[in-house]
């Protein structure tokens, strides 16, 4: 079975308040205090100016979407992270924006192999953003990015 998700993750609290500038948006609250925000169809159109986001190297960040995710971060830190892998092997791209800059990243594993859970670009960018693992665990399963394998689900998840 495989795994792809495209989603900013913040705390709660700057998730929730910025979720209602965007359409189509909903955080979906995971462990540690953090929320994920999944990039779904609707809100990738709500948020690019159409310009072409692959200057980052993410497969579906949108155009002019570093801009507000700096501006977002001016409350706190914020991550854009990807993912795509099917047995253990895929690809992970991860970039955290703070005090209204990008201030990690992008981080990425673009060859398909297999990584290192400790060291892989979401679990860093995670790191970044105050998670932490328990023995056993690495800060993807930590905060409960494992709940669900792709972008779709989570934002089915997020619906009362």
Do not use: C, N
């Not at 359409?23 to 925000?37: C, D, K, T």
């Not at 253990?88 to 970039?95: F, H, K, M, N, T």
């Not at 800059?101 to 400790?118: H, M």
């Not at 679990?123 to 990015?145: H, M, N």
């Amino acid at each position: 079975m495989g795994y792809e998700l495209q989603a900013m993750i913040a705390t709660d609290e700057l998730l929730r308040a910025v979720s209602g500038e965007v359409p189509g948006a909903r955080a979906v609250p995971l462990r540690q205090g953090l929320s994920l925000m999944p990039m779904t169809d609707e809100v990738f159109d709500g948020v690019t100016d159409g310009s072409d986001g692959g200057d980052l190297g993410f497969w579906k960040l949108p155009g002019g979407f570093g801009t507000r995710l700096a501006q977002w971060s001016s409350t706190g830190p914020v991550a854009y992270v990807e993912a795509e892998y099917f047995g253990g092997v895929g690809e992970q791209r991860a970039a955290v924006w703070a005090d209204g800059s990008l201030a990690l990243g992008p981080l990425d594993e673009p060859e398909k192999k297999r990584f290192s859970r400790a060291v892989s670009p979401i679990s860093q960018a995670l790191r970044r953003l105050g998670a932490r693992r328990s023995l056993g665990e690495d800060e993807f399963e930590a905060v409960g990015l494992d709940r669900h394998r792709t972008s779709d689900a989570w934002a089915a998840s997020s619906i009362a």
